[in-house]
């Protein structure tokens, strides 16, 4: 079909703001949207999104968005995704499930494989082989494996939410969104509720697909350096499969209404000794469309909380009413925004002064108006964000699609959001014209608001107890209903699951997955120009980039200059230069003046093994940015934390603690695989171990530890800080590292020249720490209804010699073995395994587990599993693909220069990672059985280590049969 037949052209517009051309195009038979923006990025994006609007809390619309990358028409396989994860060079590879729309965005810097994931991915949204297996896989059915079985709710999305509703910060998000919207689609939680998945049809759930995924109900997105047409002809393929259909899709608006409403809510914990709440305001806002309005609120939420010196974050910190604070801010990526903030931490007979507090500040700010210096600055930063376009590893083309989507998804122009030039220059002219622009926006949007709540979420040491309860009761009541012959069909349908579970996919359908093969692989690895030379004693390290004009500034300090009695001290001491005044300005006048002059600075603790030593390079890193005309000023703020930082404030050194403590507290349940990793990983290598100290448990004890000593023993704190200071503030201490355009390459030598003048020359002399961890199994204990297992083992035991073949089998076992027992067949979210070549330890972990033993014995068969004679090559090639494309990722500029960086200070030369790129394509299932086997005899004789982060009473079931010599709770 000719294309002018197929698409009518809409609209045309070059966009300067992210160097694009944007044409949005119609699909004439079935109204399907399509913009397409052709540019000089290579990494490609594809996304198609649907707009799901929930009518309940069953989850039909995240269930569905796991389900329909488990088989198509076209490749009839139970699990595409996977094989494409395996065997993609790509870049990003996912689903995500918004309030009201699924996206399924992939990209990747190879054209073939970008188009070879856009097929699976539209083949598998329109055409999803969604059987009932499928449904009780992904959603929940009951498992009854024997007569004598306890019979069990399983599913990976139940387990998934469960983990969700674990977390305080999750629910205190959620409830707060939902209390705003009574009548909207957004009081509902698409993820769904745990008890509410069980609620769930598979007929309901087959009709939800048949009610939204239509072309005439998607938004089809491309962005990057391939040609238009192509892209237009391969979706075209499939749109033209379809008759035009009448969705009704649209989102529930929530009318603004006088609602002052107060909700109470409950979070489990372990015990009420010393309550801890958490509490928030939230007002519902006008519609994301308005773009001046969108931009200016996002300009006021940096104002209020986005820097130490904003004066609501300011005044609650200090209030010293909380720990730190809470809410997710403002919210644009839906039809009607809304703003929430509040504080964590809070002891119950606070909660009215914080809630009083808040509106105070508010109130002062509309009246009194809002200093021009921290409104300056925050203009600035969000300026210097918005033309920077830096989304770190996440492509900028998806971050491109979101925000298109935040107006477009709702029959609006997607260019306003992205167009951004004309509207900052014009809220810059209302300033200089003298209008109270946000002191104005406060006053309408919030304090005359009448649509705000108040969400209150307090602790409750029972709530586990019950909700186990609950789920026990509800199994019960089910298994009673049921007579001896259902219970028995129960039984083999079950077994009849398993079964399928476990049976191997057609190796002709499995050949059907499109994909590349080693020949399509660039054989080289790709260098970074580095420039290496010494200045004053410092060591310089420069990295001519493409870098926009941005000047990105590194300095790292070297930590072993340290005793390692300081090494937990570190996050602190980097917030504290940054955070805590100096002896000519206070925190405040600082931290306001870096947000005005620099693209921001922020502290960095690293560490990294170094190849073939035991000691680890361990460095505090203050990176920076800024534009080529700022770099005078930006060396001058270095200058000045670094020489006159006054370190004496108590009280805003506890504030910091405080945070520290209360963003590690967060992290444990939406991020306990990690935690567990580092657990594992810190018993074998000193750069793990010195990681541990600086970002998890440990960390965490010892700041609840020095919470103590501060009040206590402050003379004795400062002391260590002023040591620290002294032991890490010199030139041979330092690592100067810098990204930039080489006329601004010259400019910063030239300024770090005076820099350096500054600095001490005295040297004292480096330390060697004497690094150690608690042996043997642990478990550690938090109020979850979920688990995260984790075992690490010592290759050494197995007689393994590092090959490069090993990165391409640990990949294999991920996506292959791991996930079919662990997530597939034992319900996890998810399941890692990570192979340091560097130390020779392979470790294993899981995210969001209902398991604790099953997990583990997978684990324990890995090494047998990939020694198995049985081994497919055409696997390994999947897995040399795969291997290839994570040694490639993408990486913009600035990321280019620090990992170059690490590679020098970790001595990975160039050849060395030609050699390992060389033996990754190379790779052979002799190479694989080979790892399996030292994997496997390493895991029969080592052991290893074991260490578990879950709910007590799940853990202690097991507690015999996992040998724990050390468990404690955490919170």
Same mark, same amino acid.
């Given at each position: 079909?000719?294309?002018?037949? &197929?698409?009518?052209?809409?609209?045309?517009?070059?966009?300067?703001?992210?160097?694009?051309?944007?044409?949005?195009?119609?699909?004439?038979?079935?109204?399907?949207?399509?913009? /397409?923006?052709?540019?000089?990025?290579?990494?490609?994006?594809?996304?198609?999104?649907?707009?799901?609007?929930?009518?309940?809390? =069953?989850?039909?619309?995240?269930?569905?968005?796991?389900?329909?990358?488990?088989?198509?028409?076209?490749?009839?396989?139970?699990?595409?995704?996977?094989?494409?994860?395996? $065997?993609?060079?790509? =870049?990003?590879?996912?689903?995500?499930?918004?309030?009201?729309?699924?996206?399924?965005?992939?990209?990747?810097?190879?054209?073939?494989?970008?188009? +070879?994931?856009?097929?699976?991915?539209?083949?598998?949204?329109?055409?999803?082989?969604?059987?009932?297996?499928?449904?009780?896989?992904?959603?929940?059915?009951?498992?009854?494996?024997?007569?004598?079985?306890?019979?069990?709710?399983?599913?990976?999305?139940?387990?998934?939410?469960?983990?969700?509703?674990?977390?305080? *910060?999750?629910?205190?998000?959620?409830?707060?969104?939902?209390?705003?919207?009574?009548?909207?689609?957004?009081?509902?939680?698409?993820?769904?509720?745990?008890?509410?998945?069980?609620?769930?049809?598979?007929?309901?759930?087959?009709?939800?697909?048949?009610?939204?995924?239509?072309? /005439?109900?998607?938004?089809?997105?491309?962005?990057?350096?391939?040609?238009?047409?192509?892209?237009?002809?391969?979706?075209?393929?499939?749109?033209?499969?379809?008759?035009?259909?009448?969705?009704?899709?649209?989102? +529930?608006?929530?009318?603004? =209404?006088?609602?002052?409403?107060?909700?109470?809510?409950?979070?489990?914990?372990?015990?009420?000794?010393?309550?801890?709440?958490?509490?928030?305001?939230?007002?519902?806002?006008?519609?994301?469309?308005?773009?001046?309005?969108?931009?200016?609120?996002?300009?006021?939420?940096?104002?209020?909380?986005?820097?130490?010196?904003?004066? #609501?974050?300011?005044?609650?910190?200090?209030?010293?009413?909380?720990?730190?604070?809470?809410?997710?801010?403002?919210?644009?990526?839906?039809?009607?925004?809304?703003?929430?903030?509040? @504080?964590?931490?809070?002891?119950?007979?606070?909660?009215?002064?914080?809630?009083?507090?808040?509106?105070?500040?508010?109130?002062?700010?509309?009246?009194?108006?809002?200093?021009?210096?921290?409104?300056?600055?925050?203009?600035? $930063?969000?300026?210097?964000?918005?033309?920077?376009?830096?989304?770190?590893?996440?492509?900028?083309?998806?971050?491109?699609?979101?925000?298109?989507? $935040?107006?477009?998804?709702?029959?609006?122009?997607?260019?306003?959001?992205?167009?951004?030039?004309?509207?900052?220059?014009?809220?810059?002219?209302?300033?200089?014209?003298?209008?109270?622009?946000?002191?104005?926006?406060?006053?309408?949007?919030?304090?005359?608001?009448?649509?705000?709540?108040?969400?209150?979420?307090?602790?409750?040491?029972?709530?586990?107890?019950?909700?186990?309860?609950?789920?026990?009761?509800?199994?019960?009541?089910?298994?009673?209903?049921?007579?001896?012959?259902?219970?028995?069909?129960?039984?083999?349908?079950?077994?009849?699951?398993?079964?399928?579970?476990?049976?191997?996919?057609?190796?002709?359908?499995?050949?059907?997955?499109? &994909?590349?093969?080693?020949?399509? @692989?660039?054989?080289?690895?790709?260098?970074?120009?580095?420039?290496?030379?010494?200045?004053?004693?410092?060591?310089?390290?420069?990295?001519?980039?493409?870098?926009?004009?941005?000047?990105?500034?590194?300095?790292?300090?070297?930590?072993?200059?340290?005793?390692?009695?300081?090494?937990?001290?570190?996050?602190?001491?980097?917030?504290?230069?940054?955070?805590?005044?100096?002896?000519?300005?206070?925190?405040?006048?600082?931290?306001?003046?870096?947000?005005?002059?620099?693209?921001?600075?922020?502290?960095?603790?690293?560490?990294?093994?170094?190849?073939?030593?035991?000691?680890?390079?361990?460095?505090?890193?203050?990176?920076?940015?800024?534009?080529?005309?700022?770099?005078?000023?930006?060396?001058?703020?270095?200058?000045?934390?670094?020489?006159?930082?006054?370190?004496?404030?108590?009280?805003?050194? &506890?504030?910091?603690?405080?945070?520290?403590?209360?963003?590690?507290?967060?992290?444990?349940?939406?991020?306990?695989?990690?935690?567990?990793?580092?657990?594992?990983?810190?018993?074998?290598?000193?750069?793990?171990?010195?990681?541990?100290?600086?970002?998890?448990?440990?960390?965490?004890?010892?700041?609840?530890?020095?919470?103590?000593?501060?009040?206590?023993?402050?003379?004795?704190?400062?002391?260590? #800080?002023?040591?620290?200071?002294?032991?890490?503030?010199?030139?041979?201490?330092?690592?100067?590292?810098?990204?930039?355009?080489?006329?601004?390459?010259?400019?910063?030598?030239?300024?770090?020249?005076?820099?350096?003048?500054?600095?001490?020359?005295? *040297?004292?002399?480096?330390?060697?720490?004497?690094?150690?961890?608690?042996?043997?199994?642990?478990?550690?204990?938090?109020?979850?209804?979920?688990?995260?297992?984790?075992?690490?083992?010592?290759?050494?035991?197995?007689?393994?010699?590092?090959?490069?073949?090993?990165?391409?089998?640990?990949?294999?076992?991920?996506?292959?073995?791991?996930?079919?027992?662990?997530?597939?067949?034992?319900?996890?979210?998810?399941?890692?395994?990570?192979?340091?070549?560097?130390? +020779?330890?392979?470790?294993?972990?899981?995210?969001?587990?209902?398991?604790?033993?099953?997990?583990?014995?997978?684990?324990?068969?890995?090494?047998?599993?990939?020694?198995?004679?049985?081994?497919?090559?055409? *696997?390994?090639?999947?897995?040399?693909?795969?291997?290839?494309?994570?040694?490639?990722?993408?990486?913009?500029?600035?990321?280019?220069?620090?990992?170059?960086?690490?590679?020098?200070?970790?001595?990975?030369?160039?050849?060395?990672?030609?050699?390992?790129?060389?033996?990754?394509?190379?790779?052979?299932?002799?190479?694989?059985?080979?790892?399996?086997?030292?994997?496997?005899?390493?895991?029969?004789?080592?052991?290893?280590?074991?260490?578990?982060?879950?709910?007590?009473?799940?853990?202690?079931?097991?507690?015999?049969?996992?040998?724990?010599?050390?468990?404690?709770?955490?919170?």
């Amino acid at each position: 079909m000719q294309q002018a037949s &197929r698409f009518r052209l809409v609209e045309e517009r070059h966009i300067p703001e992210i160097n694009s051309l944007a044409r949005l195009f119609e699909h004439q038979k079935t109204g399907a949207r399509i913009l /397409s923006m052709t540019n000089k990025d290579e990494n490609k994006v594809f996304g198609i999104t649907f707009r799901t609007p929930p009518r309940d809390n =069953t989850g039909v619309a995240h269930i569905l968005e796991h389900s329909v990358l488990c088989g198509s028409r076209r490749y009839r396989v139970k699990e595409p995704f996977v094989e494409l994860l395996k $065997s993609s060079v790509q =870049t990003f590879l996912n689903a995500v499930t918004f309030p009201d729309k699924t996206s399924y965005p992939v990209a990747s810097q190879n054209r073939q494989d970008l188009y +070879n994931l856009m097929d699976v991915y539209l083949d598998a949204v329109f055409f999803p082989n969604i059987s009932p297996e499928v449904f009780a896989q992904e959603g929940w059915h009951y498992e009854l494996p024997s007569l004598e079985a306890p019979l069990k709710f399983k599913g990976v999305v139940y387990n998934e939410m469960k983990g969700a509703y674990s977390s305080p *910060e999750s629910l205190l998000a959620e409830y707060s969104q939902q209390s705003l919207y009574p009548e909207g689609t957004y009081g509902l939680d698409s993820g769904g509720i745990p008890e509410e998945i069980l609620n769930l049809t598979y007929e309901d759930f087959v009709q939800f697909h048949k009610r939204y995924y239509h072309p /005439s109900n998607s938004w089809i997105f491309f962005y990057g350096d391939d040609p238009e047409q192509e892209r237009l002809d391969r979706v075209g393929e499939f749109l033209d499969q379809f008759a035009p259909l009448e969705v009704n899709s649209q989102v +529930n608006i929530q009318p603004l =209404t006088t609602l002052q409403k107060r909700v109470e809510k409950s979070y489990s914990a372990s015990d009420e000794r010393d309550p801890r709440c958490y509490l928030t305001i939230n007002w519902l806002l006008p519609e994301t469309s308005y773009p001046q309005l969108n931009l200016a609120l996002r300009i006021l939420d940096f104002i209020l909380t986005g820097m130490p010196a904003s004066p #609501l974050r300011q005044r609650l910190i200090e209030s010293g009413l909380g720990e730190d604070l809470a809410g997710v801010g403002l919210e644009t990526d839906i039809l009607q925004m809304y703003y929430s903030t509040g @504080m964590k931490g809070v002891p119950p007979e606070n909660l009215e002064q914080v809630e009083s507090l808040i509106q105070e500040t508010l109130q002062d700010l509309a009246i009194n108006g809002i200093d021009p210096e921290i409104v300056q600055a925050a203009m600035s $930063s969000v300026e210097f964000a918005l033309r920077e376009n830096n989304t770190g590893s996440f492509p900028r083309g998806l971050a491109v699609m979101f925000r298109a989507l $935040s107006t477009w998804l709702y029959d609006e122009s997607p260019f306003p959001l992205l167009e951004f030039s004309d509207v900052l220059e014009q809220i810059k002219l209302r300033l200089e014209q003298g209008e109270r622009v946000f002191e104005n926006l406060l006053q309408e949007h919030f304090l005359d608001n009448p649509h705000r709540t108040v969400v209150l979420l307090k602790p409750d040491s029972e709530m586990e107890r019950r909700i186990l309860e609950t789920e026990n009761q509800r199994l019960e009541e089910a298994r009673k209903k049921l007579d001896q012959k259902q219970v028995q069909e129960l039984v083999e349908s079950t077994l009849r699951f398993m079964r399928w579970q476990e049976e191997p996919d057609d190796p002709e359908e499995l050949a059907r997955i499109p &994909r590349l093969t080693r020949a399509d @692989m660039e054989p080289k690895v790709r260098t970074v120009p580095r420039r290496e030379q010494k200045m004053q004693g410092a060591t310089l390290l420069l990295h001519p980039q493409p870098t926009s004009g941005i000047f990105y500034l590194d300095l790292g300090m070297d930590l072993h200059f340290l005793p390692q009695k300081y090494l937990s001290y570190v996050p602190l001491f980097g917030r504290a230069l940054l955070e805590i005044g100096t002896f000519s300005q206070d925190y405040t006048a600082l931290t306001t003046r870096i947000r005005q002059l620099t693209g921001g600075i922020v502290p960095v603790p690293f560490s990294h093994s170094v190849r073939g030593a035991r000691e680890s390079t361990c460095r505090l890193f203050l990176r920076g940015k800024s534009l080529p005309e700022k770099i005078p000023y930006m060396f001058k703020i270095f200058r000045d934390i670094l020489t006159q930082v006054k370190l004496d404030n108590k009280e805003r050194f &506890r504030q910091m603690v405080l945070e520290e403590k209360s963003g590690l507290e967060q992290a444990l349940v939406p991020a306990g695989h990690r935690v567990v990793g580092m657990r594992l990983k810190a018993r074998y290598s000193e750069a793990d171990w010195a990681q541990e100290h600086m970002s998890g448990v440990t960390y965490l004890l010892f700041l609840r530890h020095l919470l103590q000593n501060i009040e206590n023993n402050w003379d004795q704190v400062l002391s260590h #800080l002023e040591d620290i200071k002294t032991l890490l503030v010199h030139k041979g201490s330092l690592l100067v590292n810098i990204t930039a355009e080489e006329e601004a390459l010259d400019q910063g030598c030239k300024h770090l020249q005076d820099f350096l003048q500054e600095l001490p020359l005295e *040297e004292p002399s480096r330390q060697h720490w004497k690094w150690s961890c608690t042996p043997g199994n642990e478990a550690l204990f938090i109020p979850a209804r979920v688990n995260y297992v984790g075992r690490a083992v010592d290759l050494e035991a197995g007689a393994y010699r590092f090959h490069g073949s090993s990165l391409a089998a640990t990949r294999f076992l991920r996506a292959g073995w791991l996930w079919d027992k662990i997530r597939v067949q034992g319900g996890a979210y998810g399941a890692f395994s990570s192979y340091d070549h560097f130390n +020779n330890v392979m470790a294993f972990t899981s995210y969001r587990d209902p398991n604790i033993t099953n997990t583990l014995q997978s684990f324990e068969g890995s090494g047998a599993y990939l020694a198995s004679p049985d081994l497919d090559p055409d *696997e390994v090639e999947k897995a040399v693909i795969g291997a290839i494309g994570e040694m490639d990722s993408y990486q913009l500029p600035d990321a280019k220069g620090f990992s170059s960086m690490i590679c020098y200070l970790a001595d990975i030369t160039d050849e060395y990672r030609q050699n390992i790129r060389d033996e990754i394509l190379g790779a052979s299932v002799e190479n694989f059985r080979e790892f399996g086997q030292a994997l496997n005899q390493a895991l029969k004789k080592d052991r290893g280590v074991i260490s578990i982060l879950g709910g007590q009473s799940q853990i202690e079931k097991h507690k015999e049969e996992l040998d724990l010599e050390n468990s404690f709770r955490l919170l």
